[in-house]
């Protein structure tokens, strides 16, 4: 039988500016990526989102970024993976932390924005991540991209790795997400990203824009909360790949 997970990056307000809509998408999901307060959120918001994944069952990860709040940590930067080591401690332990008082447990990491995709390609920072996560708990899950460094470093470090797939984005031949700065790099289209969420799920290929099909592995398919069709989207994913016989439940850490 075929599973996957379908995780969403949420609480990640600015100040009192909400972005996305963490109430309406949470019911869709199976586990939730929440900002740490280096991209965005903040405590009052990561222990309110804490609260709301709990209510709803979804599966808790931290979601930990450049230190990067005016570019909404989208903006590569340079650092040691000392640093990168240091940062990761310390965003990751603050959210186990409202996890933890509220009788959770943390369940995962999801890096963000440009500190996810520099991991991606660079095997230092995917080393440098891997080691922090490794080193707070051997038992959490790193989710990353499918056939990136930052898997690769995961495995290597013993960890339990959860391959990342996305229903919004379009893909390049070396299977690395379509930049940003692109015009086509995002998919607005419900029909179109749940055909491609298929794809991915049941063929493990999704079309390039060169045109080609590309293996890649679906375990956790992303949603992006602050995406203009985000609550439209994981609704009706969720209800094709049900419809599909495909199970949904969070990636398995035990």
Known sequence: MISVDLNCDIGESLG????????????FLTS???????????????????????????AIGAHPSFPDLEGFGRREMMMSPA???ELMIYQVSSLAG?????????HHVKPHGA???????????ARAIADAVADIDQSLLLYGLSGSELINAGISRGLKTCSEVFADRHY????????RTKPNALITSTNVAVAQ????VKDKTVV???????????????????????????????????????????????
Not at 197 to 200: A, C, E, F
Not at 208 to 228: L, P, R, W, Y
């Open 16 to 27: 009192n500016q909400v972005v996305g809509n963490d109430e309406a998408i949470m019911p």
């Open 172 to 179: 390049q031949d070396d299977g690395s997400l379509t930049p």
């Open 115 to 125: 500190l996810y995709n520099m991991a991606a390609r660079d095997a230092n920072y």
């Open 197 to 200: 969420v298929i794809r991915m």
């Open 98 to 106: 409202f996890v933890l008082v509220n009788g959770g447990k943390l």
């Open 83 to 85: 640093e990168i080591y």
């Open 32 to 58: 939730a990526n929440i900002a740490c307060g280096f991209h965005g959120g903040n405590p009052s918001v990561m222990q309110r989102t804490v609260k709301l994944a709990q209510r709803h069952g979804v």
């Open 208 to 254: 390039s824009d060169q045109g080609n099909a590309v293996s890649i592995k679906a375990e956790t398919i992303c949603i992006h909360g602050d995406g203009v069709h985000a609550v439209q989207f994981a609704k009706e994913i969720r209800l094709a790949l049900e419809s599909a016989g495909i199970t949904i439940k969070s990636c398995n850490n035990e």
